[in-house]
């Protein structure tokens, strides 16, 4: 398996501009979780799905985000209008029935720098 | 509110030492530990921890974890250059499918 897939790798957008970020997790993998890193504040859990249906949202920071996982294979996060605080590195992770044992399964990475 | 805390957030060691991560938290209805480590990219699974007191153990690091203080630690003996990195401490719930993160502890390991 490729692992978790994320792209683009980089992004570079104005402020105000839409930003699409997307990911695929590991094939037969039901939980799937959108993070943001920044030094400031760490990791911080966004939402996460299961079965492609969004459980908990609630560290979606403002209506400017927003996810979703029309089927098992692809998931986005959207942010519009996007703002130079939204610069971080954007993880998605997935996680399935091996979870007991390892966890969560870390994409590389998206790194948006909002200007 | 949860809350997972670790210590040092940065340490800087010359190679051939030993050093001692900590990470201590506050969850409800704690179920897991888990330990990563971040290079340049995205965060690698190295331990999950489940059981106080048992030590589980990869090469020269090893994680134990005490239910009843509520802390791990995580220790890296004979450190490299190549142990450089972030080491990220998660805990997992009430909700059994999220882990909670702490920030980190910035590790530096210099020839």
């Known amino acids: 398996d490729a692992g978790v897939i994320q792209s683009p790798r980089h992004e570079v957008t104005e402020m105000g501009q839409e930003v699409t970020l997307r990911c695929k997790p590991i094939?037969?993998?039901?939980?799937l979780f959108w993070y943001r890193q920044t030094m400031m504040r760490g990791l911080e859990l966004l939402i996460y799905?299961?079965?492609?249906?969004?459980?908990?949202d609630s560290g979606m920071p403002e209506d400017r985000f927003s996810a979703k996982m029309p089927n098992a294979s692809f998931s986005t996060l959207k942010i519009q209008p996007s703002e130079p605080r939204d610069s971080a590195v954007y993880f998605c992770?997935?996680?399935?029935?091996?979870?007991?044992?390892?966890?969560?399964?870390f994409g590389s990475g998206t790194r948006l720098t909002v200007v | 509110e949860d809350k997972v805390v670790q210590s040092p957030l940065s340490l800087v060691v010359h190679e051939g030492d030993t050093v001692t991560l900590n990470c201590s938290y506050e969850?409800?209805?704690?179920?897991?530990l888990l330990w990563y480590k971040q290079e340049k990219k995205a965060p690698t699974f190295l331990f999950m921890l489940?059981?106080?007191?048992i030590e589980k153990k990869s090469g020269r690091l090893s994680s134990i974890l005490d239910k009843k203080e509520l802390f791990s630690i995580l220790n890296i003996t004979a450190t490299q250059t190549g142990d450089s990195a972030i080491y990220l401490c998660?805990?997992?719930?009430?909700?059994?499918?999220?882990?909670?993160f702490g920030t980190g502890t910035s590790l530096t390991v210099i020839p």
């Open positions: 969850v409800t209805n704690f179920r897991s």
């Open positions: 799905f299961n079965n492609n249906v969004p459980i908990d």
């Open positions: 998660a805990v997992e719930g009430n909700t059994g499918n999220q882990f909670y």
């Open positions: 489940t059981s106080s007191g």
């Open positions: 992770a997935s996680s399935g029935w091996e979870r007991g044992h390892n966890g969560y399964t």
């Open positions: 094939s037969g993998h039901d939980y």
